[in-house]
Each structure stands twice: as structure tokens, then as C-alpha cells.
């Protein structure tokens, strides 16, 4: 009974292919994330989504997108990955209404060869 | 810089004894804290929240200390068990539905 499903767990792509990680959510949350989380390190705040408003962090790279189509879907487009990308990606929802926790799902760990 | 800071990276206790996680953070205006746990290949899971209204929450097994005088919080765990081992993240919203995290403390739980 997973709420937040980020497909797939494990995925490998070359220097400089574009790559897209999926994240769907069953809890109907207005907001999702995207979060990195290199090794040994904290989860760090890429961009959210307020239902279709687009919130990008000041210093998350150009080459980072996200895509949203619905409420129950959000995609993290990499263009070009570097070397440097090389992350768990989290995915994160909140119903966004008063004082509410993030659900995370379990990543998708990104190998960039 | 991030707003929530950990004070120390790594905590071995024994199975049975009590845990003390703290966690410092630096803006005044924070106004949502949450403890989260992370075990290894997994995303972080959610332990307990506290407002800033409020200095003390308990759940089961854990108690969220909250003192904003010195801007300080701290994740008790009460006979910690081997299922305890994990990474534990504070995270603090300031009003903008977006969670800042913490350096994050591996606890381990010696048998």
C-alpha cells in the first residue's frame, strides 16, 4: 500500500543522456517535491509544486526540470547528466494544508557513467 | 546555508538504553519541526512533529523537546532497539511548504 511510488529504484544513464525519473502519489496531496540526496548527505530541496504553480529552488541547476501533468504524477527531467548528478532522488508530498509532514517515497538511486 | 544543523554525526548506545538526538537550528521564524528516520536504501520516514507553540510531543517510544530560547531540539528514543539504527534528520519549515534538512546523526544500537 505505497503512497508516494517513484519508478524505477535503480537507474543508470550515460554522461550527457537525458533522463527522466517518475514520481506517483495515491494520497491526492496538492504539493510534490523533488529532493537529492547525495551519499552521507541531507536531502536537498530541488523544486516543489503548489498544484500547478512551479516553485524552483534559487540554486538548483538549469538542467534540473519537473513536470507535473496531473495531481497524482510529478517527473524530474535531467538533460545532461553530469557526473556530479550521481544522487538518490527522493520524492516528497504534503497535502499542503495547515501543519503537515512530507511522505517520501524511497528514491531513485542515478548512476551517471 | 541550511537552517537546521546536527550537533554530533554518529551515536552508538546500547539496546535497552535511552537516545538523545539533538539539533540546533538558526531561524527564529520556524515554525514546523520534524524528526525523520532513514534507513539505508530507503526514503526518510516520518517519527514525530512539533509546532512552535508547543515545547514537548510524545509518541510512542519518542518524545520531541522543543526550546526556542536557545533555538534547540532534541528527538528522545526510549529503550532503544536494533530497529533503531538509522539516519535521523530534523527538518524545519519557515512558512513556504518547503523542508529544510538537517546534516542528519546515524544512530547505532549496540546489542
Known amino acids: 500500500d505505497a503512497m508516494v511510488i517513484q519508478n524505477p529504484r535503480y537507474q543508470v544513464t550515460q554522461f550527457g543522456k537525458p533522463v527522466t525519473l517518475s514520481c506517483s502519489q495515491t494520497?491526492?496531496?496538492?504539493?510534490m517535491y523533488w529532493y537529492q540526496q547525495k551519499s552521507s548527505q541531507a536531502p536537498k530541496l530541488l523544486f516543489h509544486?503548489?498544484?500547478?504553480?512551479?516553485?524552483n529552488e534559487a540554486d538548483t541547476p538549469d538542467n534540473f526540470q519537473s513536470r507535473r501533468p496531473n495531481t497524482s504524477f510529478c517527473f524530474l527531467d535531467i538533460r545532461s547528466p553530469g557526473l556530479g548528478d550521481a544522487a538518490m532522488y527522493l520524492c516528497?508530498?504534503?497535502?499542503?494544508?495547515?501543519?503537515?509532514?512530507?511522505?517520501f517515497g524511497n528514491g531513485t538511486r542515478l548512476t551517471v557513467t | 546555508g541550511e537552517s537546521v544543523g546536527l550537533h554530533l554525526p554518529t551515536l552508538s548506545v546500547q539496546e535497552g538504553d535511552n537516545s538523545i538526538i539533538n539539533c540546533a537550528y538558526s531561524?527564529?521564524?520556524?515554525?514546523?519541526f520534524i524528526w525523520y528516520k532513514q534507513e539505508s536504501g530507503k526514503g526518510p520516514q516520518f517519527i514525530i512533529d512539533i509546532r512552535s507553540n508547543m515545547d514537548k510531543r510524545q509518541g510512542q517510544r519518542v518524545t520531541v523537546l522543543l526550546n526556542k530560547t536557545v533555538k534547540h531540539l532534541s528527538l528522545q528514543i526510549a529503550a532503544t532497539q536494533p530497529g533503531d539504527s538509522a539516519v535521523y534528520f530534523c527538518a524545519d519549515f519557515t512558512g513556504r511548504r518547503a523542508l529544510t534538512f538537517g546534516s542528519g546523526t546515524r544512530l547505532q544500537v549496540q546489542p
Open positions: 516528497a508530498t504534503s497535502s499542503g494544508t495547515g501543519f503537515s509532514p512530507l511522505h
Open positions: 509544486y503548489y498544484d500547478k504553480d512551479f516553485n
Open positions: 531561524n527564529s521564524a520556524s515554525d514546523y
Open positions: 494520497l491526492n496531496h496538492n504539493v
